[in-house]
């Protein structure tokens, strides 16, 4: 019996093998960005146990940050050829082994050293996470579910604030180090025994008594044996993986699509990590008050997040994206004002924040997942994570430059507004580049033009 695949998962009504696909990815999004957020609550307490300056020790930041930008660019081609439950699986125990391990270093090196392969593991996990959901999503859902499962990383943001600013005051730093990484490996060893292999992967690679069985979970109905499955992706395996993202037409929105993510992490890496050290040394603002802020503005990132693949496709990527990238510039901008004279405007700004430059790279991540075919879908994701993941490395690094260089912290806040105003250009010309992705279109139609 032949199975079209694409239909099975496309036509039928969500399975509970498909939410429970849904739920382990959204869990390590979550874990994911709880233990990435953790560095940037401790550091200040870190540096100070180091006897290190905050631009001495902003190489911390970049380390963990460089890994993940490392993992997402090679996890991606790894698990479009051994498959994106193994490197899921691989990538998640590694970050929760060394985030666990982070506070046993005992010197700025070995720190440095932990911070990059726990790096490795985080960014390598995401684009296999983020491929796995798209795989079981329906072709006309697919957008908006990525970007509800990517809701989970600000909220792993927000979980991470709120526990941080619970635990410096009254425990030991490291405890936020554990507080991420234990929960992580236990999800680690759920996905080992509850987490299927994407079908769409297993099809393209042939008939298999592992894509029978997971047929089967999706549509009982199906016989025992005798299955062979039909699925469009099939295609031959570049033997350059990354190359194959820059042909056929994609080199022009797989570099507007890395280069808008790139500027948008920046941000966001500006918000949630390094806006402890700055509104610390620049307002004198205690680390559990920006913690709480930091909280504030995930907590409302995950809502921007979760709607922004349902705004692109209904609103197109000019309104639904360049414009919350362009008034994220003001807020940031606003930020750098407001914190000096009021905590509750401060908290607005980022309450607002969270429905800006988080919902802009909520709705790159959705693109991505929907640009690419299956053969290559988890390498081009990656490729997009990982010029994220750049952006967020390059970050820190110009923020440590100018603190060396004697900038006002609050100065330095402004001048990053720089970032999500070309994450915006970016995407403008991603709107005319890539009309048949960008524009507003029918969930008939989405489903017609994306790629399996």
């Given at each position: 019996m032949h199975v079209d695949v694409d239909r099975l998962l496309d036509e039928r009504p969500i399975s509970s093998l498909q939410i429970r696909v849904f739920v382990l990815c959204a869990l390590v999004a979550v874990l994911d960005a709880v233990d990435s957020v953790a560095i940037g609550f401790a550091a200040p307490l870190i540096a100070q146990e180091f006897g290190m300056s905050p631009a001495a020790f902003s190489p911390a930041f970049s380390a963990g940050l460089f890994g993940a930008a490392i993992g997402a660019i090679s996890a991606g081609p790894i698990s479009d050829r051994f498959g994106r439950k193994p490197t899921l699986v691989f990538t998640t125990i590694l970050f929760?082994?060394?985030?666990?391990?982070?506070?046993?270093?005992?010197?700025?090196?070995v720190l440095f050293f932990y911070r990059f392969i726990a790096g490795l593991g985080l960014g390598g996990a995401t684009p296999c996470f983020i491929t796995m959901a798209a795989e079981y999503a329906p072709a006309k859902k697919r957008a908006m579910l990525v970007s509800l499962l990517w809701a989970g990383y600000p909220l792993g943001n927000s979980v991470g604030g709120f526990v941080a600013s619970y635990l410096i005051p009254n425990f030991h730093w490291s405890m936020v180090f554990y507080a991420?990484?234990?929960p992580t490996l236990i999800i680690a060893l759920l996905l080992i025994f509850f987490m299927p292999e994407s079908l769409r992967f297993l099809a393209a690679r042939g008939t298999s008594p592992q894509a029978a069985r997971v047929a089967r979970q999706l549509d009982p109905g199906l016989p025992e044996g005798g299955l062979e499955f039909v699925a469009r992706a099939k295609a031959p395996q570049a033997k350059v993986p990354l190359l194959d993202l820059f042909m056929s037409g994609r080199a022009g929105g797989?570099?507007?699509?890395?280069?808008?993510?790139?500027?948008?992490?920046?941000?966001?890496t500006v918000i949630v990590l390094q806006t402890p050290t700055l509104l610390r040394l620049g307002a004198d603002i205690p680390l559990a008050v920006s913690a709480s802020l930091v909280a504030s503005y995930s907590l409302v990132a995950t809502l921007g997040m979760a709607i922004a693949g349902m705004l692109v496709q209904k609103y197109g990527v000019v309104r639904a994206l360049v414009i919350p990238f362009v008034g994220?510039?003001?807020?940031?901008?606003?930020l750098s004002f407001f914190v000096t004279s009021s905590i509750p405007a401060a908290r607005g700004v980022m309450f607002m924040l969270g429905l800006t430059v988080s919902l802009g790279s909520s709705g790159i991540i959705a693109l991505a997942a929907t640009y690419y075919p299956t053969v290559m879908r988890?390498?081009?994701?990656?490729?997009v994570m990982a010029m994220g993941r750049f952006g967020q490395v390059c970050s820190p690094?110009?923020?440590?430059l100018m603190l060396a260089l004697a900038w006002h912290p609050l100065r330095v806040l402004a001048v990053m507004a720089v970032a999500p105003l070309l994450?915006?250009?970016?995407?403008?010309?991603?709107?005319?580049l890539m009309p048949g992705r960008v524009k507003p279109t029918s969930g008939a139609a989405v489903a017609a033009k994306e790629p399996a």
């Open positions: 929760g082994v060394f985030t666990c391990l982070t506070p046993l270093a005992d010197s700025f090196s991420g990484g234990v797989s570099l507007l699509l890395g280069f808008a993510l790139f500027f948008g992490f920046a941000t966001t994220g510039a003001i807020l940031v901008v606003g988890s390498a081009g994701t990656g490729w690094l110009i923020i440590g994450a915006g250009l970016c995407l403008l010309f991603a709107a005319n």
